[in-house]
């Protein structure tokens, strides 16, 4: 079968220490027909001097340099210059196993996908590896009547999936979106999509540590996952199941972030009321939904016994505190 080009677009900043590691793990690949794009988003440590290394020893790797203005700026920067007919994303402190794009590519020729999708492996600072779906391998058909939420867990990053390039034809990442901008990202390029093919194999490995953007607290940041699942939402079809399920997923963000909101010194009474609002329009679906009675009862709390429901986040905050206080 004949190899395209894929291009494989890496932000990088401040990732000195897992970036030999990352960009080896890709110069390792069995599908050898590739155009690696690294984007240096004005780091402050060595990681333009490895950049500029390794571009040295392979004219496949393209280096851009530019002032810090955050991942999603270095992702849209990486899609701006990219030329390949075939897209990847990787972050800089994670790694892929040798046969990622080879498999990513001939699944998505073999089942004239618009998406190729495949597992991934989390690796814990205590270098133990949990792999993060239990899904079986399969075709996934992108119509109104899809149980979305049964492969929700597939739309949380933009790693871990090879797309066609006309499928994020004038798609970019939300640069004022901080969190669930992967989500977003997605749900645009699933709309212009028509099959998905998900691979069970884990072929991304997914580092889980303290420096991992996911795990720094910033409430302004925060308050916009509500704002990324309200744009998901809006692009569904009213009534789809695609819709219902994109409604429960926005609950859950104005469930969390008024948790946040509540748990910050910068509460804000009336933002919270809002978001008990927006769920009180679908508190319809909590019953109906199907989805873990744990979810359920934390929706149910958050709209009924709001004191509850913030006392128990302030406990599990508190405890989570406490459990990485006492890590060695």
Known sequence: MEENLISIII??????????????????????TFELILIND????????????YQQKDNRICLISKTNEGVSSARNAGLCNSTGEYITFVDADDYL???YLEVLYYNLKKQNADISI?????????KKLQEANKLKSTSVFLDQNMNYYRFSSLFCYVCGKLFKRNTLENIYFN?????????????????????????????YIYRMHSASATHSFDIAKIETL???WKKILDLQEPDSSAYWWASFCYMESCRRVAAELWISR??????????RNEVRKRQTLIRSADTKPARKVMLYLFLHMPLIYFCLCNTKKWIQTKLNILKP
Do not use: M, W
């Open 226 to 228: 509500e704002i990324a």
């Open 175 to 203: 640069t004022k979106i901080f969190i669930s901008e992967d989500s977003l990202f997605i749900a645009e390029a699933v709309k212009k999509s028509s099959v998905l093919f998900y691979d069970e194999r884990p072929l």
């Open 266 to 275: 910068n509460r804000n009474p009336e933002k919270i009321h809002s978001l």
């Open 118 to 126: 495949c597992n991934f492996n989390c690796l814990y600072e205590n």
């Open 42 to 53: 004005g780091s402050t440590d060595k990681s333009e001097e490895i950049c500029l290394r």
């Open 97 to 99: 196993e040798h046969n």
């Open 11 to 32: 932000p990088v900043y401040n990732a000195e220490k897992y970036l030999d590691y990352c960009i080896t793990s890709i110069l390792k690949q069995t599908y050898r």
